[in-house]
């Protein structure tokens, strides 16, 4: 069983449901990454999504831009990334980024190096699907789950193309637009989380938007999960000050976890 099976299973049987947490690597410093993830983890995460710095993150609303951004500006490498989190075991590590980076170090070549450093499943946020054959084929090798994004405007063709390739969880987009967008009047995903429970059996977990623990409270009524980013990419950026802030993003996150459970 794969970790990821393996984690839905055992929150199926607490009867919970998952909080994924999503950080970028390199803000703050790169040497800070294990005293974050291992923060996140002692506040009761079920897996952590690593976004792995991108000039151009097209998905990412201002927050998760300019974090990115910052840590370009340190000379964070994909690389790099992959060697700070070494050893690092506690939760699932997925990796979140975009296609040009793992092009230029060759798709067999970054699968490998993503599944040696701990990474137990990957979101490549601008690959569709009719066009991963590649991808697919070099993460099936290396054992790694790939996690596709599904949209409220996702046709069910296009829907039907995620379910057949996703592995891990469905990533279901809450509403149109960026990560970090405001809240919407009307929730998107309730409608979006069941076309994709009528095509598969694999988790569904809702992101984009979601910041408080009624949020997840909300989400976790329909889904197998949330996924909390800009939110605590944030929080870190204010408050984590080389480990000084870290009980109050302790505190945090273990509020939003609480929000998973009955």
Same mark, same amino acid.
């Given at each position: 069983?794969?970790?990821?099976?393996?984690?839905?299973?055992?929150?199926?049987?607490?009867?919970?449901?998952?909080?994924?947490?999503?950080?970028?690597? %390199?803000? !703050? =410093?790169?040497? *800070?990454?294990?005293?974050?993830?291992?923060?996140? &983890?002692?506040?009761?995460? +079920?897996? $952590?999504?690593?976004?792995?710095?991108?000039?151009?993150?097209?998905?990412?609303?201002?927050?998760?831009?300019?974090?990115?951004?910052?840590?370009?500006?340190?000379?964070?490498?994909?690389?790099?990334?992959?060697?700070?989190?070494?050893?690092?075991?506690?939760?699932?590590?997925?990796?979140?980024?975009?296609?040009?980076?793992?092009?230029?170090? %060759?798709? !067999? =070549?970054?699968? *490998?190096?993503?599944?040696?450093?701990?990474?137990? &499943?990957?979101?490549?946020? +601008?690959? $569709?699907?009719?066009?991963?054959?590649?991808?697919?084929?070099?993460?099936?090798?290396?054992?790694?789950?790939?996690?596709?994004?599904?949209?409220?405007?996702?046709?069910?063709?296009?829907?039907?193309?995620?379910?057949?390739?996703?592995?891990?969880?469905?990533?279901?987009?809450?509403?149109?637009?960026?990560?970090?967008a405001g809240n919407q009047e009307a929730p998107e995903y309730v409608s979006l989380v069941e076309r994709l429970r009528r095509m598969t059996d694999l988790p569904v977990c809702v992101g984009f938007g979601i910041r408080e623990p009624q949020d997840v409270r909300d989400v976790c009524q329909v889904a197998d999960g949330a996924v909390v980013g800009s939110f605590l990419v944030d929080l870190i950026h204010r408050e984590w000050k080389n480990g000084e802030?870290?009980?109050?993003?302790?505190?945090?996150?273990?509020?939003?976890?609480?929000?998973?459970?009955?």
């Amino acid at each position: 069983m794969k970790r990821l099976e393996e984690m839905f299973a055992n929150l199926r049987d607490k009867q919970e449901k998952a909080l994924i947490s999503f950080v970028t690597a %390199g803000d !703050p =410093a790169l040497d *800070q990454l294990l005293p974050i993830l291992n923060t996140l &983890a002692d506040a009761g995460t +079920d897996a $952590i999504e690593i976004g792995l710095p991108f000039s151009d993150p097209i998905a990412d609303g201002p927050t998760i831009q300019a974090s990115s951004q910052r840590a370009l500006d340190r000379g964070v490498t994909t690389q790099a990334v992959l060697e700070a989190i070494q050893g690092f075991n506690r939760v699932p590590l997925i990796l979140m980024g975009y296609l040009n980076p793992m092009m230029r170090m %060759g798709l !067999p =070549a970054f699968a *490998q190096a993503a599944k040696s450093a701990g990474a137990s &499943a990957t979101i490549v946020c +601008d690959m $569709i699907p009719e066009e991963g054959a590649d991808w697919f084929a070099a993460s099936r090798e290396a054992g790694l789950d790939n996690v596709l994004l599904a949209a409220p405007t996702s046709t069910s063709e296009r829907l039907l193309q995620v379910v057949n390739h996703a592995q891990g969880f469905i990533y279901a987009v809450s509403r149109t637009g960026v990560t970090g967008a405001g809240n919407q009047e009307a929730p998107e995903y309730v409608s979006l989380v069941e076309r994709l429970r009528r095509m598969t059996d694999l988790p569904v977990c809702v992101g984009f938007g979601i910041r408080e623990p009624q949020d997840v409270r909300d989400v976790c009524q329909v889904a197998d999960g949330a996924v909390v980013g800009s939110f605590l990419v944030d929080l870190i950026h204010r408050e984590w000050k080389n480990g000084e802030g870290s009980a109050r993003i302790h505190d945090a996150v273990a509020a939003l976890k609480a929000a998973t459970r009955p």
